[in-house]
Structures are given as C-alpha cells and as structure tokens.
C-alpha cells in the first residue's frame, strides 16, 4: 500500500504543473527574439554637452583678471588718467568695477555647476559610476576656489581703512587674489579635456564593461573587482561604488521588467 502512493503523488504533481503551463499566456505566447530585446534595452549613448561651457568660462575667467588689471593699473596706480576713467565709468571706483564684475563670474560659476550637477547625475543613472567619480572633484573645486576668494575680498574690503597707510596696499591684495583664482583655470581645462574624452570613447556602462572584462580576461584588461578587502584599498570608496552599482542595477532590472512584459504583450496581441 506505502510503495503505490509516491507515484500517485508524482503523477498528481505532474499534472498541476502541465495544468499552470497550459494557463500560463506568458508561456504560450510567443518568445521575444534577443534582437529586439537588446534594442528596447540598450540606450543610446548620450554625449555630455557640459565641455564647451568650462572652456568658455576658463576664457571669460582669464579675460577677466586681465582687463581688472588693465583697469586699475589705469584709473588707480595712474594718476593722470582719473579723469577719463571717471568719465567711462560714471563716477565708479575701479574697486567697485572689479567686485561687481567678479560677483557676476561667480554667479556664472554657481550656474554653470548647478547644470553639470544635473547632467552628471543623469550619468550616474545611466550606470557611468566611474567617470562620475572622477569629475566629482573637479567640477566642485572652481566655485570652491572663487567662494574663498570672495570670503579674501570682504575681508580686504573691511579692512581697507587700516591700509590705507600704504599707498595702493588694498588694490594690490585684490589684484593677488583674482591672480590665485586662476588656479580654477586648469581644473576648467582639465575637466573639459575628460568630457570631451568620454564623449569621443562613448563607452558602455561599467557594468557591461565588468561582464565583458569577466568573460574575456586579458592581460591588458585583468580581471578586477571590488569584493572582498585588499591592502591599501579605502574602505569608504569601496562601499560608496558598491552602493552606487546597487541603485543603478535596480533601475535597470525595473527598467528590464517593464520592457519584457511590455514586448510579451505586445508580441501576444499580435
């Protein structure tokens, strides 16, 4: 009597999962071919339209500390040229031209690292987690710089009345500082030579690049990743990348998901 009942429940078994088979309309339908699935999954490689603004903004930037320099060697440190300054510039020390005119670079700076913030975390959405990382820094050190350098200027500003006792004292500490702002330049240029360099490879994202690098070791492309703890490595980096990878592969399986259950349905109806 025992020995008869396992195939009874065998065959039972069986039956239910033919049963969910024959209900199942995803499973009747019709497959989806990997070409058309790659084609609704695979995005289009979006270029980063950010370089040709910091190379703009390295030019204004240098324009700028040289006309101040122009400008208050002429209507400061010459005194025969007050007059005609004092005419093109309504009556305008040539300390206040140079701080209005830096506060507007500066306001150009905040803008321009408010737009780069936007496209770059577009870029980390899209799973470039390592060139996100790369530019972090220098796209923040420029307005770090000109946010110093303001905080100098107030405080020449404020201290003006005690150095008056040397001649030209305060407009030479202005002039030092808008020197020591250029070195945002080649943090500018450098930026801007790494954009330009991502949108010339038109890489993958750096998961595709790891799954290739997996199956395809090479000498010149080990074989590298970030489980486990190695000597020397930043604990901190390694969980920062590994939590970024984590969000940027849970938009792509959602992503996923809604791509194949929308081209099943898709290719039942028809």
Known sequence: MDSKEPPTLTHNSSMEITQSLEE????????ISPETLDSAIKKEFQKLPTSWAAFLLSFLHVAFVCLSI????????LQNNQDQCRRYLSDLHSHTVIVFA??????????????????HSRVRNRGYLQFYRSTRNLKSLPILIHSTGNAAVLMILAAEPLLSGVKHLSLYLLLGVLVLELLSVPC?????VKV????RESPEPDVSQEERSHGFPSPT?????????RDGSNLEDVVEKQADLIEYLKQHNSLLSKRILSLTAQQIRD
Not at 105 to 115: A, D, G, T
Not at 196 to 199: A, G, H, M, V
Not at 221 to 229: A, I, M, S
């Open 24 to 31: 199942d309309p995803l499973i009747d339908g019709p497959l």
């Open 70 to 77: 122009v400008l208050a060697v002429f209507c400061s440190v």
């Open 102 to 119: 830096k506060v507007c670079l500066w306001l150009l700076l905040v803008l321009f690292e408010r737009v780069v913030q936007r496209h």
């Open 188 to 192: 500018l240029l450098l930026y801007s």
């Open 196 to 199: 330009q360099k991502f949108n």
């Open 221 to 229: 492309h080990p074989l590298c990743t970030e489980t486990g703890f």
